[in-house]
């Protein structure tokens, strides 16, 4: 199973960007997809999860400014990201719990501007 991020780039504090990662291979059952994030300096934290029946949750720093969707037939999540803060800046990865296993996407990077 292999797990492809796209969408990161570059935008201005107050901006908007939406991530997408898909999954690819011998797939049976995807339950949690969740995104993390990583900046220099920092641990990887948790942004936002979204279970198999659609139910998230968020960290309080993105709380009310990021929405995590999935599409179950796709085999995909994405992060939509509006009111960017300069803080959002990082490595952001997609994690998604297939077939009890743990997967982990390459990472797209994530740069908020002044």
């Known amino acids: 199973v292999q797990l492809q991020a796209s969408g990161g780039g570059s935008v201005q504090a107050g901006g908007s960007l939406a991530l997408s990662c898909a999954a690819s291979?011998?797939?049976?059952?995807?339950?949690?997809m969740a995104w993390y994030r990583q900046a220099p300096g920092k641990q990887r934290e948790l942004v936002a999860k979204i279970f198999r029946g659609g139910n998230s949750n968020y960290s309080d720093a993105v709380k009310g400014r990021f929405t995590i969707s999935r599409d179950n037939g796709k085999n995909t999540v994405y992060l939509h990201m509006n009111r960017l803060l300069l803080e959002d800046t990082a490595f952001y990865y997609c994690?998604?719990?297939?077939?009890?296993?743990?997967?982990w996407g390459k990472g797209t990077q994530v740069t908020v501007s002044s």
């Open positions: 994690n998604m719990w297939a077939d009890g296993m743990d997967f």
């Open positions: 291979g011998n797939i049976w059952r995807i339950d949690d």
